[in-house]
Structures are given as structure tokens and as C-alpha cells.
């Protein structure tokens, strides 16, 4: 019989790796996860990746929506919100996989969205904890944002990262932004997130929930520049200062 999840839809990104399409939506069967649909958002994949991605269909009787050139994080994000149609999305990338304590974790969120009517997000993974955090229930905290906070993480109030949100997010927050780099495309997304009020949980341990794994078949297709993870102790400096004066800035004078 398995888990229902009711009023959920789980959506994900593909671009060019369907085996770990694969063991994404297998990892999700053998915790016996269900879900009122499934939306994969294919951003021009390749023509033998689009033939491995209509066979997964047969087998896992997903939605695919394709796109005939790779148009970007955006615009693969945006057509498959637009596709989603129950009350809350799981979004999840290709390249995760869920462990066996989510689905229980999943259903607390999922409880817990239903009774915070103020809550746009609650998130289950990140590289690093979120820094300012409240202690909320069921091992997840309430994310705090305030325009005094030093930090420069607090801009990551929103993350791409694998999270619950209700469906009606790109109705409140705006769209993604298109035709520019993903990482770009988040961050835009995160200005957009703070600027318009978002609230969101984070749950305490989290790397319990999703691991993240590239093999060297499907390496991960997000390209950063080099001095954005630099560990030369001048270069984080400046970086730091450069964050500090950007993100600030973003915040109370850029309307993107």
C-alpha cells in the first residue's frame, strides 16, 4: 500500500542524467513514497536521453515535460511548476536521493504546512545550516531574517535545494528568472523570497534527509566561478566584503 501522500506533486529538474533519474524515483518506490503526481521537467536533453526518459515514463507513469533546446534552470523550473496542479510541490534535482528517515520527516512537514497557513517553504537540505534559527517542532526550526543580520547566508532564506512549498509560489514570489545562469537564477530567487515576505522552516539535521551524489557518468551540469569557493584566505576576505555590500544592496533597492 505504501505511504500517500496526499495534495503533493513531486517535481523535478532533469538535465542529461537519467540514471540518476532513476535512482532518484527508485530510491522513492523502495520507501514505498507515493504522491499524487510526478512531474519531470526535462530541459533539452539529449536525443538518447530523452529515449532513456521515455522509458522511466512507462515504468513510473510520470508527467514529462521536454523543451526542444536547454533553455536553462528557469525556465525548466517555471514549465514544470506550471505543471503541477495539487495543492504542494516536493522539488526535488535528479541528483538526489532520498534516505529512509524522509518519509516520516516528510509527513511532519507536510502536517505542519497544513497547519501554518503563513508558511511558504520548508526546506530539507543544505551545504551548511542556515544561520539564524529558531527552535520550532518535530526537529525543524523557523528560519529568522531580520535587515541587521551580519551573515551573508541569510540571503539563502530560499534554496533550490531539495524542499516543500505550496504551489502557488510562483504566484507570490514572481517567476523564475530565465536566460541567465542557474546559480544566478537562484539568487535572483532569494532576493525575490526576502523582498516579498517569504516564511520558511529548516530542518536541524540536515543531511539526514537527501544526499547529493554525482557519479563521474552524470557529473553535476552547475558550473561555478572559481573564486565563489576559493579557499585563499584573501580572496574569502574580499568575497566576504563583496557579499556583504551585494546582498545588502540586492535586498532593500533591487526589484528584479
Known amino acids: 500500500m505504501g505511504i500517500e501522500f496526499s495534495g503533493v506533486t513531486l517535481l523535478v529538474t532533469h538535465y542529461n542524467r537519467s540514471s540518476s533519474l532513476e535512482r532518484l524515483l527508485t530510491s522513492f518506490e523502495r520507501l514505498d513514497c507515493n504522491f499524487d503526481?510526478?512531474?519531470?521537467?526535462?530541459?533539452?536533453?539529449?536525443?538518447?536521453?530523452?529515449?532513456?526518459?521515455?522509458?522511466?515514463?512507462?515504468?513510473?507513469?510520470?508527467?514529462?515535460?521536454?523543451?526542444?533546446?536547454?533553455k536553462g534552470l528557469g525556465n525548466n523550473i517555471n514549465k514544470g511548476q506550471d505543471a503541477v496542479d495539487t495543492p504542494y510541490t516536493l522539488y526535488v534535482?535528479?541528483?538526489?536521493?532520498?534516505?529512509?528517515?524522509?518519509p516520516e520527516h516528510f509527513q511532519d512537514a507536510l502536517t505542519i504546512m497544513e497547519d501554518r497557513k503563513d508558511l511558504d517553504i520548508i526546506r530539507f537540505y543544505a551545504y551548511s545550516p542556515?544561520?539564524?534559527?529558531?527552535p520550532y517542532t518535530k526537529g525543524y526550526s523557523e528560519m529568522l531574517i531580520?535587515?541587521?543580520?551580519?551573515?551573508?547566508?541569510?540571503?539563502?532564506?530560499?534554496s533550490d535545494h531539495p524542499h516543500l512549498r505550496r504551489?502557488?509560489?510562483?504566484?507570490?514570489?514572481?517567476?523564475?528568472?530565465?536566460?541567465?545562469?542557474g546559480d544566478r537564477t537562484?539568487?535572483?530567487?532569494?532576493?525575490?523570497?526576502?523582498?516579498n515576505k517569504g516564511k520558511g522552516l529548516f530542518y536541524n539535521d540536515f543531511k539526514s534527509l537527501f544526499t547529493q551524489e554525482n557519479s563521474e557518468d552524470e557529473p553535476s551540469t552547475m558550473k561555478r566561478k572559481s573564486w565563489t569557493t576559493s579557499k585563499n584566505p584573501i580572496i574569502s576576505l574580499v568575497r566576504y566584503g563583496?557579499?556583504?555590500i551585494r546582498y545588502n544592496y540586492d535586498l532593500f533597492f533591487?526589484?528584479?
Open 37 to 70: 503526481c510526478i512531474v519531470v521537467s526535462d530541459d533539452g536533453s539529449s536525443a538518447d536521453q530523452l529515449n532513456s526518459l521515455i522509458e522511466l515514463q512507462k515504468r513510473y507513469g510520470f508527467k514529462l515535460i521536454t523543451t526542444p533546446l536547454n
Open 93 to 102: 534535482q535528479e541528483d538526489f536521493v532520498p534516505s529512509a528517515l524522509f
Open 130 to 134: 542556515y544561520p539564524y534559527l529558531k
Open 146 to 158: 531580520k535587515p541587521w543580520y551580519t551573515n551573508y547566508g541569510k540571503i539563502y532564506y530560499y
Open 167 to 181: 504551489s502557488d509560489f510562483l504566484e507570490k514570489f514572481g517567476r523564475y528568472a530565465e536566460g541567465i545562469k
Open 186 to 195: 537562484e539568487y535572483r530567487m532569494c532576493v525575490s523570497f526576502i523582498q
Open 242 to 244: 563583496y557579499r556583504q
Open 254 to 256: 533591487t526589484k528584479y
